[in-house]
């Protein structure tokens, strides 16, 4: 079972994500992964992000998103954290800007271990005291 604060680095938050909308704030995140891990299907990654959320929002209500995507040729989790003060349009159900981004990839095979992850966010972004606390920081 994977911890979900075993994925959290210190190079893969940022407390000040500039983008407000969505396909921005991919790009914005992608960039930022893809510099830090050094990884160079920057294109492939928006692309599926964007696929994904084609299908419906991940922006899940409450301020929270959780954009994620399994990415073929991916070796490891990829996790990062972000928070946005102004808040991004997700069209979540709630209406609510997204102000906490948890976005993860995973590789393409590995289903379980997405899912678990998954999981575990969800679980996350129903800890309010949490998500206040990370508002405040």
Known sequence: MIKT?????????????????????????????AKTKKLKNEK??????EEREAKGTTGIGEGIGIPHARIEGLKEVVFFVGVSR???DFASPDGRPVQVVFLFLTPQADTQTHL???????GLAGNRSLIRKMLAA
């Open 44 to 49: 492939a990654i928006l692309a599926a992000l």
């Open 5 to 33: 604060t075993s994925l959290i680095a210190s190079n893969m938050i940022s407390a000040n994500l500039k983008s407000r909308d969505k396909s921005s704030v991919f790009a914005e995140i992608v960039r930022h992964v």
């Open 116 to 122: 678990q992850i998954l999981s575990r966010i969800s």
């Open 86 to 88: 102004d808040g991004i």
